[in-house]
């Protein structure tokens, strides 16, 4: 099987030759056809998260070298262990990749996502950037038609991640304002999943205003640059200051922009893992009754929920570029340049 691990955090992705998986017991080896390149693989590949002030949380303990990326994976089932029911060679599926180890508390509760012993496909365990993968058990496979299969990939992560923080945002009344931060392949599927889940066409906030038609495109009611005061007070001056915003940045800039924009009683969604250190100051939060909640991926019930949802076909379609495996490096220099409209999708 082709694969494009890496070796050292830092240095590029490499083509490695390597034997194909055989499936045992409930395992099943999924040929890869599509596979997102999401932001957290620039933070994976590093091997740490910027956490300001010079400092960084290490991700090397973590993450077994070589290591190959990408969480983001969608394809066809190659084969599968003797114990394996409910799917069959040739079926086409996306893979929930973040799986525990399924024995903590959380795993039982539902909610792997949050397992301390993550068996996560490309970041624990090997991913999509190559064309074969191992899933440890078909509950993580999810049917995808008619959906197309780079759309498909892209709900691992980018849709499933919406998902979860859009929900809690949930319930939202008449006349209440969404506030979205960031237009990039994650925010762009909140604004695209707004509507049929909270009943509100949301606002985006984002600097970069060659974004801001893909913005419009996936259904927001209107854009802004958080940069620009005028902009931000008229926003103020007319939603009265939003009931809810999601963070999908997470730099210490719109952390800060995102908790101001709240309205008193208002819930700020944490998502984005861009970096950086923002002051806060404790007594504000109780004076102005505001919540602050952090939001990590999803569950497999809300994957679930999700794929449903998207396959009923009426969600705008994510903005996808598709480029070959070999150009995985191009690819993620791209995304860490901010050049990247939508999603990139890598087709081995």
Sequence with gaps: MV????????????????????????????RVGSCGVCHSDLHLHDGHFDLGNGNKLDLSRGIALPC???HEIAGTVAAVGPDVIGVAVGDRRVVYPWIGCAACRACKHGREELCLAPRTLGVN???GFADHVLVPHPRYLFAFDPLPETQAC???????????ALQKCAPLGDGDTLLVIGAGGVGLSGVRMASALLGVRPVVAEIDRSKWDLAFEAGAADCLDPTDTDATRAFMRASGGAAAVIDFVGSAATFAFGLTALRKAGKLVCVGLFGGAAPLMPAMLPLRAVTIAGSYVGSLA????????????TLPALPVTTRPLAEVNEALAALRSGAIRGRTVLLP
Excluded: H, I, K
């Design 125 to 127: 365990r090997d991913g």
């Design 154 to 164: 892209t709900c691992a992560c980018s849709g499933l991640t919406a998902y979860s």
């Design 3 to 30: 694969s494009y691990p890496f070796d050292a955090f830092g240095q590029p992705l490499a083509l490695v030759l390597r034997q194909t998986p055989q499936p045992v017991g409930n395992e099943v080896v999924m």
């Design 302 to 313: 809300e994957m679930g929920a999700m794929m449903a949802l998207a396959r009923q076909g």
């Design 68 to 70: 190959v990326l990408g």
